[in-house]
């Protein structure tokens, strides 16, 4: 699906909803009661904010294929503050207009009005749900609140939602008509049913055509280890080389967690390798409590970070650390009938994986390795810098890049690159945040 479609679907669904705002409100702004208008449309705009974020991580397949999930994360991100906004504008808003000429505040008017009736009691019930759901998130940017209780409370957002479409349908002034109101639902349950299609019965579907459970496990170094996937009918799963997938391990301790992790084989079809390095609690305990034979709930695969690198003609690779994982899957594809150069930056010798591999797949003096925290001198600190890249690949602005590894590694990267003269098309990368 191209880029302008989904646009034209945002963009035709915004002007519905201001349609309707204006059909039941546009009067109030040239009667005097601007406030009351606009607090109505902030509720409009706040619902639609809402299912807005629900459709773009409901990880939608042809909205991933034509974004990218990371783009579509970063979207969800930051519409995460106009929702934030709205939800404080809209009673705001209205009580500013029902408190004007009255002698009670503003304050004393808002919370006999958030408290007057029992579709405004659930709104303001999921008001306060989504406030908790926004402030768990800045705590989690803030490295201040673990994952999984982050999700866990994500998870009321289904019990907020459900509870105040009541208060939008009853209450909403501009929901009265027969058009608006059949508009409404018809924008819940259409984004109801994309979200659950993709989020829920796509997975169950995929799951009970393959069966999918753990070969092996096998450490790669101390703390990066393997895991090898199969199933039934593994022929007719299929991938992208520098995709991930979502995997659920369903194995006590671990199965009411779903995380993403590359894939590092690079068939582009049939059993799976999952590459995954110690970093957290999930993935320090994942190898203790899962073993030959686990069943995996996997949903994906997701991503289209390698989509163009059979086109290219001449790649350069950069990794930093365990981001090698999706290069080594790309190389397999591509390292025997590609001029590709791969350059990755680990802390030491121990953590390097994949050198041998990669070096298998193509000629070893087209693999770099540069090695951060290990030096004669005490202390001192290498990375990959922009000598680096023009000592090691001359010709870096006839190729197109490919970037995976920490976000202020891409950023630095990224930085360097355009300095050297590459172009912003020719550096492809994918960088998630929630």
């Not at 106009?82 to 207009?97: C, E, Q, R, Y």
């Not at 029992?118 to 940017?141: H, K, P, R």
């Not at 496990?217 to 895991?227: D, M």
């Not at 990959?384 to 690949?393: E, F, K």
């Amino acid at each position: 699906m191209k880029k302008e479609y989904a646009v034209s679907i945002l963009v035709i669904t915004l002007l519905m909803v201001f349609y309707v705002w204006y059909v039941s409100s546009g009067e109030l702004l040239y009667s005097g009661d601007l406030l009351l208008a606009l607090g109505r449309l902030a509720g409009l705009l706040l619902a639609v904010s809402i299912l807005f974020q629900f459709v773009v991580i409901g990880r939608v397949g042809w909205l991933e294929k034509t974004f990218g999930l990371d783009a579509l994360s970063r979207a969800h991100h930051w519409v995460g503050f106009s929702t934030v906004f709205f939800l404080i504008a809209h009673p705001l808003l209205i009580g500013l207009a029902y408190t004007r000429g009255s002698s009670d505040s503003i304050f004393h008017k808002t919370f006999s009005f958030l408290f007057s009736g029992d579709e405004i009691i659930q709104a303001t019930i999921g008001a306060i749900l989504f406030l908790m759901i926004g402030v768990s998130s800045v705590y989690v940017l803030l490295k201040k609140l673990r994952y999984e209780y982050w999700y866990g409370i994500h998870l009321i957002t289904y019990i907020a939602i459900i509870i105040s479409f009541g208060h939008q349908t009853e209450l909403g002034g501009d929901l009265q008509t027969t058009f608006a109101h059949i508009f409404w639902t018809a924008l819940y349950a259409i984004s109801a049913l994309v979200y659950i299609w993709f989020r829920f019965v796509q997975p169950i579907k995929k799951y009970a055509v393959h069966r999918f459970f753990v070969d092996k496990i096998i450490f790669e170094t101390e703390n990066v280890y393997s895991i090898f996937i199969t199933g039934t009918h593994m022929e007719r799963f299929s991938y992208i080389p520098g995709q991930f997938v979502i995997a659920r391990f369903l194995e006590r301790g671990v199965w009411y967690e779903a995380h993403p992790f590359s894939i590092s084989s690079g068939s582009g079809k049939g059993d799976i390798r999952l590459t995954i390095k110690e970093s957290g609690d999930y993935t320090k305990k994942l190898s203790h409590h899962i073993h030959s034979g686990t069943k995996v709930f996997i949903d994906g695969p997701h991503g289209i970070f390698g989509n163009e690198i059979k086109k290219e003609e001449k790649i350069l690779c950069i990794a930093g650390g365990i981001g090698i994982t999706p290069i080594r899957s790309m190389v397999e594809l591509v390292g025997d009938h590609k001029d590709i150069k791969v350059l990755a930056s680990f802390r030491t010798h121990h953590d390097v994986i994949f050198e041998r591999e990669i070096s298998e797949i193509i000629k070893p003096e087209n693999v770099h390795i540069v090695y951060t925290h290990e030096s004669p001198y005490e202390g001192h600190v290498k990375t990959i810098t922009h000598s680096t890249i023009l000592d090691y690949c001359p010709d870096i602005r006839e190729r197109s890049v490919y970037l995976c590894g920490p976000v202020s590694f891409m950023n630095t990267m990224r930085a360097i690159l355009k300095t050297q003269g590459v172009s912003e098309e020719k550096i492809h990368y994918e960088q998630f945040s929630l």
